[in-house]
């Protein structure tokens, strides 16, 4: 496995995998690995002949106030991890071989970005769609693979893929959970035991939730879905809502394949999740 810094040294590295005919994978990651990420390798490592894995928590998806300097980094257990599910390279830029102080280029995949997580914070989707984009010509990937835990980032960037014409396939890859339901997250690390056990209840009401939209109407289900939320102690929700899987408009009564998705602060911490729901 080889650790690369810089941004040509492994563009020139893909490059030549290409040449050769290599099928090049793409995890992208800001480190902090955990299963969910392991999941993703062991994808890659399975369907293509190079794995990628970039490390690189981008400055430009955070805002002012959030969490971009405390965000958890474990570079060295990465590295660990990274080595033993045989990843071929682990790409980790500094900030400034990635930005530049001249830099000025910005993506920007319109409606898609402003809706959910994107209400509530307005710079997020522009960074995720704009390092994505320059990951994706850096590492030459012919397949990028994406956790279904942040539902909307992976919509965007298929949107983003497909009005830019990139040769990237994105792969998109199931959740994984803790055995008691909470959804692996980098952030799950904030959360006090106490908080932890809190959280429990998102998956479990998401699930509630997933069962009764067989048989009962959308509003019923979401209305109850956001009290049972409420009523999480210390929790204030962001947003709860069913939307189309297709284009994550809000389902109605016609809609067959929907999920729901929430994010909900318990305490300090913001977590995300969604599920699923077909009829
Ligand atoms: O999902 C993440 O970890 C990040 O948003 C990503 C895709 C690596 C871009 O920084």
């Given amino acids: 496995m080889k650790a690369i810094k810089d941004t ?11 040449k050769d005919g290599d099928k090049i994978g793409l995890v992208p990651t800001m480190g902090a690995l ?14 293509d002949d190079i794995t990628i894995v970039s490390i690189f928590v981008n400055p430009i998806q955070f805002g002012s106030d959030e969490d971009y300097l405390k965000y958890p980094r474990h570079l060295k257990k990465d590295l ?3 080595k033993k599910n045989h990843v071929d390279y ?7 071989n990635m930005f530049s102080q001249a830099y000025k280029t ?30 994706f010509n850096i590492s030459c990937a012919d397949r990028a693979y994406f956790g279904m ?8 960037i298929e949107k983003m893929t497909k009005d830019l014409n990139f040769r990237t396939k994105i792969v998109p890859c199931p959740i994984v959970r803790e055995k008691s339901g909470l959804a692996l997250s980098s952030r799950n690390s904030y959360l006090s035991d106490e908080e932890k056990l809190l959280s429990l209840n998102i998956s479990k009401i998401l699930k509630e939730a ?19 939320l409420k009523k999480i102690p210390n929790s204030r929700i962001d947003y709860a809502e069913i939307v189309s899987v297709k284009d994550l408009s809000p389902a109605d009564k016609n809609t067959k394949k929907a999920v729901f998705a929430v994010a ?14 077909t009829k």
Wanted: proline share 2%; hydrophobic share 45%.
């Fill in 34 to 47: 955990h299963n969910g990420h392991v999941s993703l390798i062991e994808k890659s490592i399975k369907n």
């Fill in 90 to 96: 682990v790409f980790m830029p500094s900030v400034n």
């Fill in 106 to 135: 910005f993506v920007e995949v319109e409606v898609l970005q402003s809706m959910m997580c994107g209400a509530f914070r307005p710079v997020y989707f522009r960074g995720v769609a704009t390092v994505v984009l320059k990951l």
């Fill in 264 to 277: 909900v602060w318990i305490g300090k911490t913001r977590l995300i999740d969604n599920t699923k729901m």
């Fill in 8 to 18: 040509l040294q492994m563009q020139k590295i893909a490059f030549k995998h290409l």
């Fill in 210 to 228: 997933a069962k009764e939209f067989k048989n009962k109407t959308l509003n019923v289900v979401e209305k109850k879905a956001v009290n049972k």
């Fill in 80 to 82: 660990e991890i990274c």
């Fill in 149 to 156: 835990k942040d539902f909307q980032q992976l919509k965007i």
